[in-house]
């Protein structure tokens, strides 16, 4: 289990980190997502031991990550966003290395090597000096390196850059495999990746947990009231008519009918009750031909964009033109942050932090 308790980390002037709560439970694969510079490899070095905290704790199964770090540090292994790789060595030289930073002793070292290679698909460049790979094959190195004693705990920072979308998905398939034995921790910034791979996902933005929760539990806390796109044939008032007999439809907006007399609708409709069979009759019954009718969902796209957005530029209320999306609404104990201007972005000072 990992404890992450108040964590601050500032450079210079600037907090990267921001008071960061979580705890990571056995067995699962987290997710950290957020825009570029939300904060997540910063927590992943501070995480790991890479970099000391300006404020807060890491306990990696009750173990202090800066006081005790031999035994905190033997629960995890780490890809960082550049994996620390050396280019003179072969890929078998390299992880025979690695197995000896580790002091896992020799027993079954070859047996693992083996395994790891396999498991990583890189048998067929084993004897290649690392300069020599692409880097598609040298993240696939780090990512051996991380795996190597096989700890319980894996943290990947952004496992996929990189790769060819074939490697990708083997790479996908391949954490997710480990998640059987491990806990595996892992950023992106590719929602569609993070929400096939994760059972939990925490969205970071400005250094602040915004959200963290399951993916669905995501979606549905963000699906406050319904939404109802659809396209009848026939003229305006009648189609209003026919809406204005739905009481539990809160609101409405439409398009001017288009060349083939079809007007376009947008419902909103009270609490997360499906009325589609209410709309077909009504509409029925004033021969008004439905030619489309569609729920549409909160998708984690839209949340990320909720909560990830500078409050001047969050996505706009559905027009009437384009498909219908969630109005802003705040997911409970997820606080929106302030939004940062370029400026304070650029004026950043740069502080050099060496590792530990
Ligand atoms: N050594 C440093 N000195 C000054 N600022 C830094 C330093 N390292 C990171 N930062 C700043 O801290 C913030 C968080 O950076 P971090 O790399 O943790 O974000 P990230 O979420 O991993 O971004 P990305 O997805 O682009 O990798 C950024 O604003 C970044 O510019």
Known sequence: MIEVKNLVKCYGSHTAVD?????IKKGQIYGFLGPNGAGKSTTMNIMTGYLGATEGEVLINGHNI????????????????????YMDMTVLEYLKFVF?????GKTFQEEQ????????????????LIKNLSKGYRQ?????GALVGFPEIIILDEPTVGLDPQQIIEIRQLIRSLATDHTVILSSHILSEVREICDHIMIIYQGKLVASDTPENLEHKMQGNET?????KGNLSSVKGAVASLSSVLEAEYTDPDENGCISAVLTVSGKKDIREDIFWAFADRKLPLLRLANTRTTLEDIFLELTSAPEIVRPKASKKSSPRVQKKTIPEAKLPESKSENQEENEEENDESNL
Do not use: M, W
């Open 113 to 128: 090597l083996e395994k790891i290679i396999r498991l990583v698909k890189l048998g067929s460049v084993r004897n290649r």
């Open 140 to 144: 696939r190195v780090g990512l051996a």
């Open 19 to 23: 008071h960061l709560n979580f705890t």
């Open 228 to 232: 109802i796109e659809l396209l009848a």
């Open 100 to 104: 000896c930073l580790k002091q896992l």
């Open 66 to 85: 800066l006081t005790e770090p031999y035994k905190a540090k033997k629960d995890i292994g780490y890809l960082p966003e550049q994996p620390p790789l």
